[in-house]
């Protein structure tokens, strides 16, 4: 295991002061890597949290260009980066905010499941911060019985996280959602309040972080709801559907 630098140990140092992380912690997380999927609201808010917690290998995958109606929400940009790529953005102030992490960019549109598999093949957990649930359901299939899993999602003032975890015959977010397909409006015709996005990928990179530490997750097997206009939360235990795609593969 790579062992932190005397610079490192300074950096990290409020991390390490918490018993529940201490040095050994904070060396686990710089040995671990995250592979984020969509660099949006929730996305982009996450990559800037792991990058300053120190993961310290992140690969960040995204086709879209930023743009004015991006800014409410996705604070990692500002109006000099209008028309760029996310993916070049975000990889720059990534390195900015920590410049002893690896990064690596895939500027591409995921349209199969050996999209997914090629960037991940050295990834401790997979990041879906993505806005449709075509991808989405690549994602997940891609994920069964070989990767960790975070998935969250926004709309309005609406929030949720659901955790899979290979194997164990946990279920998997098809056995939540067994119809995915997109009957809704995009993301850009649709209201987001912003702090939501906020709350959400903070919860996010928490529940990464505690996998990642070896603690219990918050979210495995269960879906987390929360509605922040109404200040109403539900955590949902979820079963496995024996007839989902994950019980028979």
Do not use: W
Not at 69 to 87: A, G, H, P, W
Not at 241 to 246: A, E
Request: contains cysteine; negative net charge; glycine residues 4%.
């Amino acid at each position: 295991m790579k062992e932190l630098s005397d610079e490192n140990l300074l950096y990290y140092s409020k991390h390490i002061f918490l018993d529940e992380i201490g040095t050994t912690g904070q060396e686990l997380l710089s040995n671990s890597s995250v592979t984020i999927f969509g660099l949006g609201g929730l996305g982009s808010l996450f990559s800037m949290y792991a990058a300053s917690c120190g993961i310290g290998n992140i690969n960040i995958v995204d086709f879209d260009i930023i743009e004015k109606s991006n800014l409410q929400r996705q604070l990692i940009y500002n109006n000099e980066d209008l028309k760029k790529k996310k993916v070049d953005i975000t990889f720059k102030k990534l390195s900015l905010i920590n410049p002893t992490i690896q990064i690596s960019k895939y500027d591409t549109q995921i349209k199969c499941e050996n999209d997914v598999l090629n960037i991940t093949k050295k990834t401790d957990i997979v990041i879906d911060a993505t806005d449709n649930f075509l991808t989405r359901k690549v994602i997940n299939r891609s994920c069964v019985n070989r990767l960790k899993l975070i998935s969250g999602s926004v709309e309005s003032f609406s929030g949720q996280i659901f955790t899979y975890f290979p194997n164990n015959n946990h279920p998997c977010y098809e056995c939540i959602f067994p119809d995915l397909y997109d009957d809704r409006k995009s993301c850009a015709e649709e209201g987001v309040f912003a702090p939501t996005v906020g709350l959400i990928s903070i919860k996010m990179i928490i529940e990464t972080i505690k996998i990642l530490l070896k603690k219990e997750p918050a979210y495995l097997s269960k879906l987390y709801m929360t509605n922040t206009l109404s200040n109403e939360s539900n955590l949902i235990e979820i079963k496995q559907d024996k007839d989902c795609f994950c019980s028979t593969n």
